[in-house]
């Protein structure tokens, strides 16, 4: 049984690592709109891209945070606050990139975080 009364670092590491994953995603998106093809030019822009750049800056801070995190919970309760992502980034592309959420999404995230506090109780 997880214990809820974790120090305020560890739920932060629980909680932002999803954020940061999730605004990853957008940036990733984002990124895509400019992606050339396969020739040496078009890797090159995509490789020295700032949108992906801060993409991946946002990916490995979150991994580094989530090791930190992981040394205070264990993995198998843990990781079931990465499904927060399936919630975050579906909210953050209608936030941020104009995308409909539908009622199948609003169920599916209440389905979702039903599901973590289940595994957490």
Known sequence: MMSFNLAPAVWFGLIFTPVLIAT???????????TGGLNVQDLVSLATSPTLLVALLLYGLGTLIWIFTLKSVPLTLAYSFMALTFCLVPLFAAVFLGEAL???????????????????S
Do not use: D, E, W
């Open 24 to 34: 990853g995603q957008i940036l990733f998106k984002l990124t895509s709109a400019s």
């Open 102 to 120: 539908t009622l199948r999404y609003a169920i599916g995230a209440a389905l979702i975080i039903g599901g973590m506090i289940i595994i957490n």
